[in-house]
């Protein structure tokens, strides 16, 4: 057996393997945010394909959240009986199916990638005044966000809070907390985009809070057996942005407020990030966070041959690897990377006659 189809035990919930789907936003949800038939297709396809755990593309947790007006939500009872056939079927397929809550923060309202415009969506095409940590927008023709008081906080916490639940309702066994790529959580957390003076701002424990109080929430809500895993920007690639060091601490934090594993991604902030972007150039921080943490962590970036993966896991660098755009070339990457591995693929019944 390798390393990679090994099991992974998160709680009450064991993962068949180490091979997870990334989380891919696929614009492709109607005005209210409910999932579609894509969404059936597009994730069953990878359960089927032999991943172990299957999450979504990042679903917003109010409707202001949602990064363009064709996301996916998680915020009323009709998006719980809209995501239950897919949560079904993903679980019939043997893998464990989760759902990754967010909120776009000052990047919500825009255009998804094949739109013809670019830039911020106005009201008259179904778009919104995002909101954020200021009032500065990301880029230039992003629309200006409404800054959070108080009160607009609170909201977050206990929206994100009320998703965890709905999710559980709808029969996701795993949520993912979205901290991460410049939305909302993670705009607290940078010092890049987090110039605030009260308690929400300041130092990295005052840019932490946010983060920390949604994980309590999440937490909370969905109890002790579901698992609560989330994802960060490990670095903002800035000179006086976010680090690596600041990311260790926060996953201390976040295991103490019981999250079980961190997904170490990086980046978006700022637009001028320069990402030293390579094969698995991501998992030197998911490494390192592991190791001076003591969290579980997830790789993702850039992971396309089953012997990397398996070097990743096998090497303690990371507890789970998370693929993305090599699952969209090839859903069936993970039974073709278990018999490459030498471990026994778990083809589905009708597909054996092609094995």
């Known amino acids: 057996m390798t390393a990679l189809f090994t099991p992974l035990a998160l709680r009450a919930v064991t993962l068949p393997n180490r091979v997870a789907l990334a989380p891919m936003c696929q614009y492709s949800a109607g005005p209210d945010g409910l999932p579609t038939q894509w969404h059936l297709v597009h994730l069953g396809t990878r359960a089927a394909g032999g991943a172990g755990l299957v999450l979504t593309e990042a679903t917003a947790v109010v409707p202001e959240g949602r990064i363009s007006p064709q996301d996916t ?158 994802r960060i920007s490990a670095t903002d690639w800035v000179d006086g942005g976010w680090t690596v060091e600041d990311s260790v601490v926060l996953a201390g934090e976040l295991a103490r407020a019981g999250v079980d594993l961190v997904d170490c991604s990086s980046g978006g902030a700022s637009p001028d990030a320069s990402v030293p972007v390579g094969p698995g150039y991501q998992v030197p921080l998911a490494a390192r966070i592991r190791r001076e943490a003591g969290v579980a962590t997830g790789a993702v970036g850039l992971i396309v041959e089953p012997e990397q993966a398996e070097q990743i896991v096998a090497t303690g660098a990371a507890d789970l690897v998370l693929l993305g755009r090599e699952l969209l070339r090839d859903p069936y990457w993970p039974h073709r990377a278990a018999a490459k591995l030498g471990a026994a693929p778990s083809w589905p019944s009708q597909y054996l006659r092609a094995t």
């Not at 923060?105 to 830039?119: H, N």
């Not at 940590?133 to 230039?140: R, T, W």
């Not at 206990?158 to 991460?180: L, N, P, S, T, Y």
């Open 73 to 230: 939500g998680l915020w009323s009872g009709a998006h719980v009986d809209a995501w239950r056939p897919v949560t079904s079927f993903v679980a019939a397929q043997g893998a464990v199916p989760a759902v990754q809550l967010a909120h776009a923060g000052f990047k919500a309202s825009t255009y998804r990638p094949w739109a013809p415009r670019r830039g911020g969506v106005p009201d008259a095409e179904g778009g919104w005044t995002p909101v954020g940590p200021g009032d500065e927008p990301f880029v230039a023709d992003y629309r200006r966000p409404a800054a959070l008081d108080e009160a607009g906080i609170a909201e977050v916490v206990e929206a994100f809070a009320a998703a965890a639940g709905r999710a559980v309702d709808a029969g996701f066994r795993a949520v993912e907390i979205h901290a991460a790529h410049g939305y909302l959580l993670h705009e607290f957390l940078s010092p890049l985009t987090n110039r605030r003076t009260d308690g929400w701002g300041g130092d990295r424990a005052g840019r932490m809070r946010l983060t920390l109080a949604v994980a309590r929430a999440v937490r909370a809500t969905v109890g002790e057996d579901v698992p609560v895993l989330a």
